[in-house]
């Protein structure tokens, strides 16, 4: 798959006839899913690639929402994109300039002439341009018109429960990483750079890597079964959100993962952590040695959970 940072990186004529989806598609999740379903399915029909058209920052970061945290990094949106399949992907710039464009001509003078599309697959509640004017109605339009094939995706549903970007948001904020999953059709990833830390965990017979550099929507304070990424292998791993109340209490949140079997240096390294099960909150304990014991009950269920997880 080639990654395009605008839409006029794409060399012309480098793609003839493409099938293409537009969206946003923060987490990629199952609905997401079933659009890229839909668009190689079709590309397949006719012989065409097939084109996904995204963008960064994601729009509603432009459009009055700064502080909004993403369930996907840039990096893993790109990662999990071309595992499902896409020729190209296009993360054009998103502004106030592109947010102001009336759809018609989008559609025209950059889908058309520019990128030559043969069709356009597009989820059920997507819309862009001016005041959010290209939606399904727009989409519908074109298609009478005989100057677009255009494919509208139904929603996706989980336990009678329409899956959105905005519902696994919130589930991540109440730290239900198991419905999280349902919706994402994966473990939800959190990944950044490993640190140094004040090395207290070290210090009680737990060594901690300290995740920096968060993109991510993080989860709520407390501790978790996850599954540690480094390269291309996999560890089973403690993590803890919060404020490390027992000793001195921080006054900005940390996430520290014990990985479990590993002694490796992974300072300025990047790590992956993927949340299968918030096991308790963040609590303060009378002294260390309370800690400590916690901590192997803690460690003792997530590799419960964990072999579970391999072999349900």
Do not use: W
Not at 52 to 59: A, G, N, Q, R
Not at 148 to 172: A, F, H, K, N
């Amino acid at each position: 798959m080639e990654v395009y940072t605008s839409i006029d990186q794409v060399p012309p004529g480098r793609y003839q006839c493409p099938v293409l989806t537009i969206g946003n598609f923060d987490g990629v999740h199952l609905g997401h899913r079933r659009v890229f379903e839909r668009l190689l399915a079709s590309a397949d029909e006719t012989g065409s690639p097939a084109l996904c058209l995204s963008f960064d920052p994601h729009p509603l970061k432009v459009l009055g929402r700064r502080d909004l945290k993403l369930l996907i990094s840039r990096e893993e949106k790109i990662q999990v994109i071309r595992s499902l399949g896409v020729n190209g992907l296009i993360l054009h710039p998103f502004d106030m300039d592109f947010a102001a464009l009336e759809p018609q001509r989008f559609v025209e003078q950059v889908l058309l002439e520019k990128l030559g599309i043969r069709k356009l697959v597009v989820g059920y509640d997507y819309a862009f341009g001016r005041n959010r004017a290209g939606d399904h109605h727009f989409f519908r339009h074109l298609r009478q018109q005989g100057l677009l094939d255009v494919e509208i995706v139904e929603p996706v549903s989980v336990d009678g429960t329409i899956v959105s970007s905005s519902l696994i948001r919130q589930l991540v904020q109440d730290g239900d990483m198991s419905a999280v999953a349902r919706y994402l059709g994966r473990p939800y990833c959190l990944s950044g750079t490993v640190v140094e830390g004040d090395m207290r965990g070290k210090k009680i017979g737990f060594p901690t890597a300290n995740l920096a550099y968060i993109q991510e929507i993080l989860p709520p304070t407390g501790v978790y079964a996850t599954v540690a990424r480094v390269g291309n292998k996999s560890f089973v791993a403690l993590t803890n959100i919060g404020y490390n109340p027992t000793f001195v209490e921080r006054r900005v949140v940390s996430v520290e993962t014990h990985i479990l079997d590993f002694s490796r240096n992974l300072y300025g390294f990047p790590l992956e952590l993927l949340f299968l099960e918030r096991i308790r909150g963040e609590v303060k304990f009378a002294s260390a040695q309370d800690l400590i014991a916690q901590i192997h009950k803690d460690i003792e269920h997530t590799r419960q959970r964990i072999d579970s997880h391999k072999h349900p």
